[in-house]
């Protein structure tokens, strides 16, 4: 009967049980899992993919990489090459780049600027050896064109001249607004506008002290209603002049209908003004470096004061290493504060301070073309607006302790009752991406996906909603994520605890499904995740409309014959990182003495008369309790049946659980996880892909591309010819008669304990997610997935793990200064607004 053990067929997705109660990203997709395929496109002209562009439709991506840029038909499961455009440095660039010391892997064309300009053209700047450039691209044939001056134009202050220094461009009505570096050393920063025609002449900042100071560009937007132009950057805040270097994160504005003065700041920028971004919770140090920043729109027919920016900031600070933090700002409180006052500079001893005297003029206002001398010089003058920008609601929006994110996406969404919820896609340096919602207790981390084998240098993020899609481009190559996958829960309580806004259970088909229109009869609860609320219904459904299938409402069974006095270690199959997991015995209690529990879920003990008998994986989440699977443990009596495997034996499992997957052609490490109830389907499952899923995470990052490959042929169904022949006809023979038995076994395993999982289950909701598929009802789709057909897989298979690994850090790294907390704390207990 042991046997029975290692024909189970695998349909638990998920590596190793975790039962925290922390706030955990509450699924885990390592790279590979079938539950959350990834569309990875990587040839050779995708290396450092890092500028990207949607098309108005959002039907076509463009991505600005190294000496090319491509258009890509995107769809939410593909990715295809439609055109693409060579824009590479010569040979002679490439000498002059190496003269100036540069390494020639620097010296490539690395395309940092890519904005539609008007209905027929393209504009496209690059690094292009040290030496930036940028060209016009016709979009109906995606080829290169000359400008109104007949030859390439000059990138200076449009791009940088160094790929790892950051910088923002958008453009509006035709002109270029950029945010960059305009020297080869990177000390010249610059926010400027290009392109301009006729009257309006392009502008540039005023050289004056303070109106930048070493900053890092983040990104930049464009507020219709305002006609302004918003930037985000951090810089170093001068204005604190009491801590060395301290760095302040910025939004800075400019007016769109901005001509310059006439004498005085010709040609230069009378709009600008900067705030500070404050992202700090009470008593704390600030998260004081901007990363990454994405406005979300307000909903419709809502003013456009309320739309939000929210920004990833992390600290200068060594004590805060490896946390960050998400704060959302308002237009409204940014409008506010660049209304304000504004700090003056004394020029003699270069300390700022709130203005006092009479104001002449309202810094930061549109159209001033036609001001006096004195006004202008006042402006020029005040820039910095006196008061920062606060987060909405006063807090931090999310806190990571222990993940640096990097990039965010932010979008809007219905749920099943109309209610709109803010779902943030967060990038980890580390190169995973958190699919999180925001709710009024916090926020709940719906999954994490791990997007990257290793951290990579530069990526950039873009949401596309029509799609469906996360499109992340990074050194290596571009992927597309789906934005959800409902059909991974497989039961009413998965579909509800997962409180994904984009997923509801669909009573009557009884699937989790994707939520299009404001579906009611779906059952969702986002904001509190109570299954017995949401699910009870389907009970009643199923008991009137489907009398038998309560019996099938038990989780899998399993049964295992065993010898005496040896050791067995039971898996508990995968529930979330959100479920406290258990185990328990019927009519007794487990020992501590006898039973070991281990943090990763399994329940090890030695084999005794006193010890056999049933086992139950219970998992509790969010007040619900599921049973995950039942054991039965019962001592050997017919040692013949055994085949010659030598991996049917708990101990010989054990032991290969030692050396987990170190090759890979072992598909058998399933031994003592869950099985179907359905003995036949056990077999059926022999050969299918679901037999190894669990193992693609494990495994994936373990192996090299080349075993992973040949892994993964055998995975599309060769395992015949892996396995010895003999093998297989012995275990078919064997596998039939066995079905019978073990069939028979589970009939009076499952009488046995219906009144255990009716009892332990609140509301009589199904207790596992699985056994809805293995009960009559499930639908051909539903058999499919659980096979773990994915049809992504090849492109999986793909990608190259082998990139270099990068430490994602000299970018903006600011150098850590220690300093003691008093130095910081003002009297309001918070870095003080006011300089001294
Ligand atoms: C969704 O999840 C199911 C079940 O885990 C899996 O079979 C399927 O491939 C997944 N689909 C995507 C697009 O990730
Ligand atoms: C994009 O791809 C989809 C299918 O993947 C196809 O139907 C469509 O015609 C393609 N569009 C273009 C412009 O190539
Ligand atoms: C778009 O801009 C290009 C380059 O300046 C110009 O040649 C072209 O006429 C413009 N097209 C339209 C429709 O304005
Ligand atoms: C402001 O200056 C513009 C030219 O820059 C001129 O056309 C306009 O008449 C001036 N308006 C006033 C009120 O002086
Ligand atoms: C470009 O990608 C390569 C790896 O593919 C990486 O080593 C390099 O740092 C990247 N360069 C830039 C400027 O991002
Ligand atoms: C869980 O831990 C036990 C003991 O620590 C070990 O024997 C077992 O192999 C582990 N299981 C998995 C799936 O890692």
Not at 247 to 257: G, H, K
Not at 329 to 339: C, E
Not at 578 to 593: D, F, G, I, T
Not at 829 to 836: A, D, M, S, V
Request: aromatic residues 8%; neutral net charge.
């Amino acid at each position: 009967m042991v046997i029975s053990a290692s024909l189970c067929a695998c349909v638990f997705l998920l590596t190793a049980v975790r039962c925290h109660s922390h706030v955990l990203p509450r699924l885990s997709f390592p790279m590979g899992s079938p539950g959350r395929s990834l569309t990875v496109f990587t040839n050779d002209d995708s290396y450092n993919a890092t500028t990207l562009l949607l098309s108005n439709d959002e039907g076509t991506l463009f991505v600005g990489a190294r000496d090319t840029i491509l258009s890509i038909n995107i769809s939410q499961t593909d990715m295809t090459l439609k055109e693409k455009l060579d824009w590479s440095p010569s040979e002679k660039d490439f000498n002059d780049c190496s003269m100036k010391g540069k390494l020639k892997m620097d010296c490539h064309n690395f395309v940092r600027v890519l904005q539609v300009l008007n209905s027929t053209h393209m504009y496209a700047c690059g690094t292009f050896a040290f030496s930036p450039r940028c060209i016009y691209i016709n979009s109906q044939t995606f080829t290169m064109v000359t400008g109104p001056s007949g030859k390439p134009e000059e990138g200076r202050g449009r791009c940088p001249y160094d790929p790892y220094q950051k910088n923002s461009a958008i453009t509006v009505d035709g002109e270029l607004y950029t945010g960059t570096v305009s020297d080869f050393r990177g000390t010249r920063p610059v926010i400027s506008r290009h392109l301009s025609e006729g009257s309006h002449v392009d502008l540039k900042l005023d050289d004056t002290l303070g109106w930048l100071e070493d900053p890092t560009f983040i990104s930049s937007t464009y507020i219709h209603s305002e006609e302004k132009v918003y930037f985000f950057f951090s810089e170093i805040g001068k204005e604190y002049d009491f801590i060395d270097k301290f760095t302040v994160s910025r939004v800075a504005q400019v007016c769109t209908s901005d001509v310059g003065g006439q004498r005085t700041l010709q040609k230069r920028w009378t709009t600008f003004a900067k705030a500070q971004l404050l992202c700090q919770a009470d008593q704390e140090l600030p998260y004081n470096v901007l990363q990454d920043v994405i406005s979300l729109s307000p909903p419709e027919g809502a003013s456009e004061d309320e739309t939000l920016f929210y920004g990833i900031f992390t600290s200068q600070w060594r004590v805060n290493l490896g946390r960050s933090a998400v704060c959302a700002f308002s237009l409204k409180d940014i409008k506010k504060v660049f209304t304000g006052r504004y700090k003056v500079l004394n020029r003699d001893t270069l300390k700022w301070s709130t203005r006092v005297q009479e104001q002449m003029a309202n810094p930061g206002e549109c159209g001033l073309h036609n001001a006096s001398d004195n006004t202008l010089r006042f402006v020029k003058d005040n820039f910095l607006a006196d008061k920062s920008v606060l987060p909405v609601n006063q807090g931090l929006t999310v806190v990571s302790p222990d993940k640096s994110y990097s990039n965010i996406a932010a979008q809007r969404v219905q749920g099943a009752r109309g209610k709109y919820y803010t779902v943030l896609y967060l990038l980890t340096e580390s190169g995973f991406l958190h699919k999180t919602v925001l709710l009024k207790k916090g926020a709940h981390i719906i999954e994490e996906i791990q997007v990257f084998h290793q951290p990579q240098m530069v990526k950039s993020l873009l949401l596309s909603v029509s799609k469906g899609a996360v499109l992340i481009g990074s050194s290596e190559g571009l992927l597309s994520v789906p934005v959800s996958n409902c059909s991974h829960y497989r039961s009413c309580a998965e579909c509800v605890l997962a409180r994904d806004p984009f997923c509801g259970w669909d009573l009557s088909q009884r699937v989790c499904k994707l939520i299009t229109t404001s579906q009611n009869q779906l059952a969702q609860d986002v904001d509190e995740g109570k299954v017995s609320e949401q699910c009870s219904s389907v009970n009643l459904r199923s008991r009137s409309g489907q009398p038998q299938n309560t019996q099938t409402l038990c989780p899998p069974g399993e049964v295992l014959s065993v010898s005496l006095n040896e050791v067995i270690n039971l898996q508990c199959p995968e529930a979330s990182n959100l479920a406290k997991c258990h185990w328990e015995r019927l009519n007794s209690q487990l020992s501590p003495k006898i039973f070991i529990q281990s943090v990763n879920g399994s329940l090890s003990f030695v084999a005794t008369p006193s010890t056999l008998g049933h086992y139950l994986c219970q998992a509790v989440e969010n007040g619900y309790t599921q049973t995950l699977i039942v054991y039965h443990i019962k001592q050997k009596n017919n040692p013949t049946i055994l085949p010659s495997s030598p991996k049917i034996t708990p101990t010989s499992a054990e032991a290969g659980n030692k050396t987990p997957f170190s090759t890979p052609t072992a598909p058998k490490h399933t031994e003592l996880r869950p099985k179907p109830e359905d003995p036949s389907s056990t077999v059926a499952h022999k050969d299918s892909p679901a037999t190894t899923t669990r193992k693609s995470k494990n495994f994936t990052p373990l192996i090299s591309a080349e075993e992973e490959s040949s892994w993964m042929n055998e995975r599309s169904g060769n395992f015949k010819q892996v396995d010895k022949p003999t093998y297989l006809q012995e275990l078919v023979v064997v596998s039939v008669l066995l079905a019978l038995c073990v069939s028979a076994l589970l009939t009076i395993a499952f009488n046995r304990f219906r009144h255990v999982c009716t009892s332990r289950t609140i509301a009589q909701t199904p207790c596992s997610r699985r056994d809805v598929e293995k009960g009559g009802s499930a639908t051909p789709q539903e058999r499919e997935s659980l096979r773990g057909h994915s049809p992504r897989l090849e492109k999986r298979n793909g990608q190259a793990p082998n990139g270099q690994s990068h430490i994602g850090q000299a970018h903006n790294g600011k150098s850590s200064i220690t300093l003691s907390n008093n130095m910081l704390n003002g009297s309001n207990g918070h870095l003080p607004n006011t300089p001294i």
